[in-house]
T-cell receptor, first 113, second 109 residues
Framework: DTAVSQTPKYLVTQMGNDKSIKCEQN?????MYWYKQDSKKFLKIMFS???????INETVPNRFSPKSPDKAHLNLHINSLELGDSAVYFC????????????FGQGTRLTVV | RKEVEQDPGPFNVPEGATVAFNCTYS??????FFWYRQDCRKEPKLLMS???SGNEDGRFTAQLNRASQYISLLIRDSKLSDSATYLC??????????FGKGTHLIIQP
């Protein structure tokens, strides 16, 4: 059983399109995250959801919007895709508290052409 | 700005050698510290948490110096399978994990 699963694994799309990436965790964790890993391999947090409330929103463009229908899901919607959005997007989840491990999904490799 | 700084490497090390990585963090409110490992085209996975008193897990030893805001990872008797990118990670309060850019390790036979 995959603890954190995200789909699709690969996504190739044209500039200007709108796309979504889905994420589900079956660990019963309270907090879910979206991270972006750019071409230089730098992992940067985009969003964090705790019990369906947004608690972190880094300075990402408002074309990116997280949607959490329930505690086990955190989907990422991206509008008007740009070339610079090409990256690997990782979903993760963790339990609340210090020293708690974050589990990552396998990543979605987004290529905007 | 909350940052975690690491030497990106690559570190080219012969099999069986000992190798050490360091990182520094800027957020003095950081409370939790970790080393994650990321293999090529894979997701990051927890290698070990780092505790104030230092901790060891097999061939891996992690140290934390809060006064200097410095974290280290020592790998003894390195194996070919240790080749990966090692990510220094800190957490402060309700913030998510803040990652360093990673140190790339290559173990050579």
């Amino acid at each position: 059983d995959t603890a954190v699963s995200q789909t699709p694994k690969y996504l190739v799309t044209q500039m200007g399109n709108d796309k979504s990436i889905k994420c589900e965790q079956n660990l019963g964790h309270d907090t879910m995250y979206w991270y972006k890993q750019d071409s230089k391999k730098f992992l940067k947090i985009m969003f964090s959801y705790n019990n369906k409330e947004l608690i972190i929103n880094e300075t990402v463009p408002n074309r990116f919007s997280p949607k959490s229908p329930d505690k086990a899901h955190l989907n990422l919607h991206i509008n008007s895709l740009e070339l610079g959005d090409s990256a690997v997007y990782f979903c993760a989840s963790s339990q609340e508290g210090m020293n708690t491990e974050a589990f990552f999904g396998q990543g979605t490799r987004l290529t905007v052409v | 700005r909350k940052e975690v700084e690491q030497d990106p490497g690559p570190f080219n090390v012969p099999e069986g050698a000992t190798v050490a990585f360091n990182c520094t963090y800027s957020n003095s409110a950081s409370q939790s510290f970790f080393w994650y490992r990321q293999d090529c085209r894979k997701e990051p996975k927890l290698l070990m948490s780092v505790y104030s008193s230092g901790n060891e897990d097999g061939r891996f030893t992690a140290q934390l110096n809060r006064a200097s805001q410095y974290i280290s990872l020592l790998i003894r008797d390195s194996k070919l399978s240790d080749s990966a990118t090692y990510l220094c990670v800190v957490k402060a309060g309700a913030d998510g994990l803040t990652f360093g850019k990673g140190t790339h390790l290559i173990i050579q036979p």
